[in-house]
């Protein structure tokens, strides 16, 4: 079984997907793939072209695929290249959680989405994720703003007390994986922990959200949770609230919660994800001492791409054996 990898990834990695079953035939060639810029950087340098005798070998690397690891880009076309490259293509593996979304961008037609399984990495970020949470509670909780502003006067303030964690409440929207492991870690610091799934509907967390001191959204966006965090919400929030969004920016309405921060209705927000992408220079976001901007760069670790391998040859295994892939994307969902 052709199974090629598109993504730039560590030798020894290649060697690791190797071993996995003998009858395996891994294709792999570094120099038909951009440089990444950091570790774990699956769309490598912007600025690589591949000349036209190495684009010619990358499209017949590609052509003779039934399995896939990555695509060009990371982008919807370079997905849609993937799958109208490889004709014979039956389970393409993303390297990212937010596969269903690019799935949704490269408008394949029905046949291709039902010849080919597409797996995201949901899950392997967990880790990074719930502790770049648990930093933006920590932050507001210990006073960040206020010792990043006396640093910069250069003001020795007097003596003052700091909240603690224990015994605060902590709402998590989203029990997924990430969701989960931001449940475990705040247990550990004494936190009482609530949750909602997407299942539970809009009313229990409506329910919930007055009773947290902090909320953490871990949701992936679909028609389902698209703007689910609405003004409404935001506004029932307990005064001095702690917010983290780790999920997607089009959940929450951005505009209310710009208001809910100026006026200090909320203590802060840490936020990894935002409704447009990158942040417009206009945001206020950029500006408010109060919040925690990150370039949508939470998830990413030095050990991503060995979780990704772990995972990829976890679904080649069950992908061998006819079982369910993990991380499969649902095409009338796109999660």
């Given at each position: 079984?052709?199974?090629?990898?598109?993504?730039?990834?560590?030798?020894?990695?290649?060697?690791?997907?190797?071993?996995?079953?003998?009858?395996?035939?891994?294709?792999?060639?570094?120099?038909?793939?951009?440089?990444?810029?950091?570790?774990?950087?699956?769309?490598?340098?912007?600025?690589?072209?591949?000349?036209?005798?190495?684009?010619?070998?990358?499209?017949?690397?590609?052509?003779?695929?039934?399995?896939?690891?990555?695509?060009?880009?990371?982008?919807?076309?370079?997905?849609?290249?993937?799958?109208?490259?490889?004709?014979?293509?039956?389970?393409?593996?993303?390297?990212?959680?937010?596969?269903?979304?690019?799935?949704?961008?490269?408008?394949?037609?029905?046949?291709?989405?039902?010849?080919?399984?597409?797996?995201?990495?949901?899950?392997?970020?967990?880790?990074?994720?719930?502790?770049?949470?648990?930093?933006?509670?920590?932050?507001?909780?210990?006073?960040?703003?206020?010792?990043?502003?006396?640093?910069?006067?250069?003001?020795?303030?007097?003596?003052?007390?700091?909240?603690?964690?224990?015994?605060?409440?902590?709402?998590?929207?989203?029990?997924?994986?990430?969701?989960?492991?931001?449940?475990?870690?705040?247990?550990?610091?004494?936190?009482?922990?609530?949750?909602?799934?997407?299942?539970?509907?809009?009313?229990?967390?409506?329910?919930?959200?007055?009773?947290?001191?902090?909320?953490?959204?871990?949701?992936?966006?679909?028609?389902?949770?698209?703007?689910?965090?609405?003004?409404?919400?935001?506004?029932?929030?307990?005064?001095?609230?702690?917010?983290?969004?780790?999920?997607?920016?089009?959940?929450?309405?951005?505009?209310?919660?710009?208001?809910?921060?100026?006026?200090?209705?909320?203590?802060?927000?840490?936020?990894?994800?935002?409704?447009?992408?990158?942040?417009?220079?206009?945001?206020?976001l950029w500006t408010l001492d109060n919040v925690i901007v990150s370039p949508h760069t939470a998830a990413l670790s030095v050990k991503e791409n060995e979780r990704v391998v772990e995972r990829f040859a976890e679904n080649l295994r069950r992908y061998l054996a006819g079982e369910e892939l993990l991380g499969r994307v649902r095409?009338?969902?796109?999660?």
């Amino acid at each position: 079984m052709r199974v090629v990898i598109a993504t730039p990834l560590e030798d020894e990695l290649v060697a690791r997907l190797r071993q996995v079953d003998e009858r395996l035939d891994v294709g792999f060639e570094a120099d038909l793939l951009p440089t990444p810029r950091y570790p774990s950087d699956h769309a490598g340098d912007e600025r690589f072209e591949r000349t036209p005798e190495q684009e010619a070998r990358f499209t017949k690397l590609v052509e003779g695929a039934e399995v896939v690891l990555g695509f060009p880009g990371e982008t919807p076309g370079g997905l849609a290249w993937v799958v109208r490259t490889a004709r014979g293509l039956r389970f393409l593996q993303g390297t990212f959680a937010g596969a269903g979304q690019q799935l949704r961008a490269a408008e394949l037609t029905d046949d291709e989405l039902a010849r080919v399984a597409i797996a995201s990495t949901a899950g392997i970020h967990a880790t990074p994720l719930a502790e770049w949470s648990m930093f933006g509670i920590l932050a507001f909780t210990k006073g960040l703003p206020r010792l990043l502003a006396d640093k910069a006067d250069r003001n020795w303030a007097e003596h003052y007390p700091t909240q603690e964690l224990p015994g605060k409440t902590l709402l998590v929207v989203g029990l997924g994986e990430i969701g989960r492991e931001v449940a475990r870690l705040a247990e550990a610091f004494g936190m009482r922990v609530t949750g909602v799934r997407r299942s539970d509907g809009p009313d229990r967390l409506r329910e919930l959200v007055p009773q947290a001191d902090a909320i953490v959204v871990a949701l992936p966006l679909t028609d389902e949770t698209r703007g689910l965090v609405d003004r409404d919400l935001i506004a029932s929030m307990r005064k001095g609230a702690i917010f983290v969004n780790v999920g997607r920016g089009a959940v929450v309405d951005e505009d209310a919660l710009v208001e809910a921060l100026q006026s200090k209705h909320l203590l802060g927000a840490a936020l990894d994800v935002f409704a447009e992408e990158p942040l417009p220079a206009s945001s206020p976001l950029w500006t408010l001492d109060n919040v925690i901007v990150s370039p949508h760069t939470a998830a990413l670790s030095v050990k991503e791409n060995e979780r990704v391998v772990e995972r990829f040859a976890e679904n080649l295994r069950r992908y061998l054996a006819g079982e369910e892939l993990l991380g499969r994307v649902r095409t009338d969902v796109f999660y």
